[in-house]
């Protein structure tokens, strides 16, 4: 099964950084990963400004896009307001997130998850008045910064809800990146077996060094797409103990998508570390050490230059 990549760098990827990036870089930023192949890009956030500065412009990088380029891109959304909103300004694809546990849902969304699932069908008919689609995000799918590991009943529950049908994909987050290969591929394949009529997208921190190997069981177990961010930036504010994502050059070396070539790769890579270095964050993508090795020339994967 050929994988895709999400690259998140614009809405996870900026939640924790400590400078913001430019509006007109961000939009750069889509063009040159469209550019380059990578098949999705989560452009932005509808979370209020004050909470998360580094989104506050999401709706200026949508209207700078073209209507080709918005196709390829999601705006993560937690309630119906937040679809009309973006919709308004031409947003077609809506991550609508929620988490499998109230108290994180509390801490981040400010309502408990019944309330979030009670609103997703006309967060879903909002999204259909623009022929738009929206996906089923569901946070903390294994592990609660509050309440610890997350029963698995409760995810299967959630799923199996009427409320949510009607999403073109399912997202199962490992929101903390505590997962494990096992784990994961057990709960991706019940969202697989649940909800064959949907999309299956694995969303990937690199807390605990597994963002690349759980992303490798996710595709086992039936995700099509998994998410990235260039260097390993991100993590949720309202969940400590995350770290950043696992990282889209990673990602791209281990899948191999039909556009990860050797030259693919290498701008990937020097726009992981331009990115970063702009944004005073360390990059943590993996592969840098063996594709900056000097040793290693023979490789074809290493960088020239």
């Keep these: 099964m050929s994988v895709r990549i999400r690259d998140v760098t614009l809405r996870d990827g900026l939640q ?28 932005g956030s509808m979370a209020r400004p004050d909470l998360v500065p580094a989104v506050a412009d999401t709706l200026e990088v949508v209207a ?16 119906p307001r937040h679809v009309e909103r973006a919709a308004a300004a031409g947003v077609t694809r809506f991550q609508y997130c929620f988490s499998a546990s109230d108290s994180h849902n509390r801490a981040n969304i400010g309502r408990d998850t019944e309330t979030s699932i009670a609103a997703m069908p006309d967060a879903i008919a909002a999204a259909r008045a623009v022929d738009g689609r929206v996906q089923l995000c569901i946070a903390t799918s294994f592990t609660c910064p509050f309440e610890g590991e997350v029963p698995i009943e409760r995810l299967r529950a959630i799923l199996d809800d009427e409320r949510t049908a009607g999403a073109s994909d399912v997202v ?14 057990e709960r991706v394949a019940i969202a697989a077996e649940q909800r ?20 490798l069981a996710a595709v086992d177990a039936g995700a099509d797409t998994v998410d990235g961010a260039l260097g390993g930036l991100g993590g949720c504010p309202f969940a400590p103990g995350a770290s950043g994502n696992t990282a889209t050059e990673d990602l791209a070396f281990a899948l191999r998508p039909a556009w990860s070539s050797p ?40 960088l020239r230059g």
């Design 64 to 79: 700078a896009l073209s209507p080709q380029e918005r196709d390829r891109c999601w705006v993560w959304v937690a309630t």
């Design 263 to 302: 030259d693919a790769f290498a701008t990937l890579v020097r726009l992981g570390e331009e990115v970063t270095a702009s944004l005073e964050e360390p990059d943590r993508a993996r592969v840098l050490g063996g594709a900056r090795s000097e040793q290693a020339r023979a490789f074809a994967w290493t």
């Design 172 to 185: 199962i987050c490992d929101t903390l990146g505590q997962a494990h290969p096992a784990g994961v591929r």
């Design 196 to 215: 064959p009529e949907a999309g299956l997208v694995f969303h990937g921190h690199d807390t605990w060094g597994a963002g690349v190997a759980n992303a």
């Design 16 to 43: 924790l950084t400590g400078k913001p990036l430019p509006t007109e870089r961000k939009v750069r930023l889509v063009r040159e990963l469209l550019a380059l192949g990578v098949e999705q890009i989560e452009v």
